[in-house]
């Protein structure tokens, strides 16, 4: 349950800080924080990564039930299995993954902020819960290399039968 709690903590957190940048920047507007390398700016994405489906009218949809789809199984997961590192790699993706979700379906679009350039090479602006999903996949690939016995599913709590049966 307080994986759940994390989750709504994490989502909340990253639609704080969107809260702030839309408070304070128009749409593409920026502030330098580090000129020719950091910049904080208001950007609307309607697609995923890298502007994966925004030039489709049904990507904002799609991305949208995809998201919804990953945030419930991915709650139902940390609520059945028992490993704490499991549960909170799952929890860290899921609050990313719901914040961004938010986005879509009040704004029609995902608020992304840091904006950082390499040189002529501008890394794709991204937002806290595109870092939270990120770091979330990263730990969860380093617990299942460390634990690859969780991928038997010995560590779900298995439900009893209503009839008693086994």
Request: contains cysteine.
């Given at each position: 349950?307080?994986?759940l709690?994390?989750?709504?903590?994490?989502?909340?957190?990253?639609?704080?800080?969107?809260?702030?940048?839309?408070?304070?920047?128009?749409?593409e507007?920026?502030?330098?924080?580090?000129?020719?390398f950091?910049?904080?700016?208001?950007?609307?994405?309607?697609?995923?990564?890298?502007?994966?489906?925004?030039?489709?009218?049904?990507?904002?949809?799609?991305?949208?039930?995809i998201?919804?789809?990953?945030?419930?199984?991915?709650?139902?997961?940390?609520?059945?299995?028992?490993?704490?590192?499991?549960?909170?790699?799952?929890?860290?993706?899921?609050?990313?993954?719901?914040?961004?979700?938010i986005?879509?379906?009040?704004?029609?679009?995902?608020?992304?902020?840091?904006?950082?350039?390499?040189?002529?090479?501008?890394?794709?602006?991204?937002?806290l819960?595109?870092?939270?999903?990120?770091?979330?996949?990263?730990?969860?690939?380093?617990?299942?290399?460390?634990?690859?016995?969780?991928?038997?599913?010995?560590?779900?709590?298995?439900?009893?039968?209503?009839?008693?049966?086994?």
């Amino acid at each position: 349950m307080v994986y759940l709690i994390v989750i709504l903590l994490l989502a909340v957190a990253d639609q704080a800080f969107k809260y702030v940048i839309h408070l304070n920047l128009a749409p593409e507007q920026y502030i330098t924080v580090i000129d020719n390398f950091f910049y904080i700016v208001n950007h609307r994405n309607t697609g995923a990564a890298w502007s994966f489906l925004a030039n489709v009218d049904w990507g904002i949809y799609l991305l949208s039930a995809i998201s919804f789809v990953a945030v419930v199984a991915m709650s139902i997961i940390i609520l059945r299995v028992k490993n704490h590192w499991l549960q909170a790699s799952l929890a860290i993706i899921a609050g990313g993954s719901l914040g961004n979700l938010i986005d879509r379906v009040r704004l029609g679009a995902v608020t992304d902020f840091l904006n950082f350039q390499f040189g002529s090479y501008v890394f794709p602006t991204f937002n806290l819960a595109d870092m939270l999903v990120v770091c979330g996949t990263i730990m969860l690939v380093i617990v299942i290399l460390a634990q690859p016995e969780l991928l038997d599913g010995s560590d779900v709590q298995k439900s009893k039968p209503a009839d008693g049966a086994q």
